[in-house]
T-cell receptor, first 117, second 115 residues
Framework: AQSVTQLGSHVSVSEGALVLLRCNYSSSVPPYLFWYVQYPNQGLQLLLKYTSAATLVKGINGFEAEFKKSETSFHLTKPSAHMSDAAEYFCAVSAHAGGTSYGKLTFGQGTILTVHP | NAGVTQTPKFRVLKTGQSMTLLCAQDMNHEYMYWYRQDPGMGLRLIHYSVGEGTTAKGEVPDGYNVSRLKKQNFLLGLESAAPSQTSVYFC??????????????FGDGTRLSIL
């Protein structure tokens, strides 16, 4: 069984400030972890993924996330927020390839990021 | 370069009516998924398919049926719509190799209201 908890349903930052979106996971097997972004009235787009290679993962639009096994965390960061980053962000976990998950994802509840001028 | 296309984009139904949501992908993906998105609950898996002619239940399958007669299409049916099925429905697809590793590609969603 696996689960994802995103701490904070809403995060507000000023333009140019650090963005930190928190994600903690629970998985009985080594996980694959994903961050997706959803802009209003659109589907989800992949930001980045962790698949047991480097623990620091770089994604699109300047985002990165660090896998910390000891903390069961996969927090998303961006050094300097831009107005265009305003969206909803979802963390998701999938069981490791050795299992039979067939790529099924378990999503967190989502975090809405607001960026103020 | 269409990717994943969902039809229709919006629909309003009355309680008890039936309808079918269509998902089509042009990436030759083996795996396809149907999710529903509700405020504060993220996305929850309804049904999924690992290949043509196969389907399986996800986390919240009750009240829904699916079919995958062709590899590129995945249909979601509501036999007797209920207000609790008011939601935004997303279809996604992915490659099958290295199961769990491949990112899912999402459609733009179908916004369904049941009155």
């Amino acid at each position: 069984a696996q689960s994802v908890t995103q701490l904070g349903s809403h995060v507000s930052v000023s333009e140019g400030a650090l963005v930190l979106l928190r994600c903690n996971y629970s998985s009985s097997v080594p996980p694959y972890l994903f961050w997706y972004v959803q802009y209003p009235n659109q589907g989800l787009q992949l930001l980045l993924k962790y698949t047991s290679a480097a623990t620091l993962v770089k994604g699109i639009n300047g985002f990165e996330a660090e896998f910390k096994k000891s903390e069961t965390s996969f927090h998303l960061t961006k050094p300097s927020a831009h107005m265009s980053d305003a969206a909803e962000y979802f963390c998701a976990v999938s069981a490791h390839a050795g299992g039979t998950s067939y790529g099924k994802l378990t999503f967190g509840q989502g975090t809405i990021l607001t960026v103020h001028p | 370069n269409a990717g994943v296309t969902q039809t229709p984009k919006f629909r309003v139904l009355k309680t008890g009516q039936s309808m079918t949501l269509l998902c089509a992908q042009d990436m030759n993906h083996e795996y396809m998924y149907w999710y529903r998105q509700d405020p504060g609950m993220g996305l929850r898996l309804i049904h999924y398919s690992v290949g043509e002619g196969t389907t399986a239940k996800g986390e919240v399958p009750d009240g829904y049926n699916v079919s995958r007669l062709k590899k590129q299409n995945f249909l979601l049916g509501l036999e007797s719509a209920a207000p609790s099925q008011t939601s935004v429905y997303f279809c996604a697809s992915s490659y099958s190799y290295d199961r769990g590793n491949q990112p899912q590609h999402f459609g733009d969603g179908t916004r369904l209201s049941i009155l």
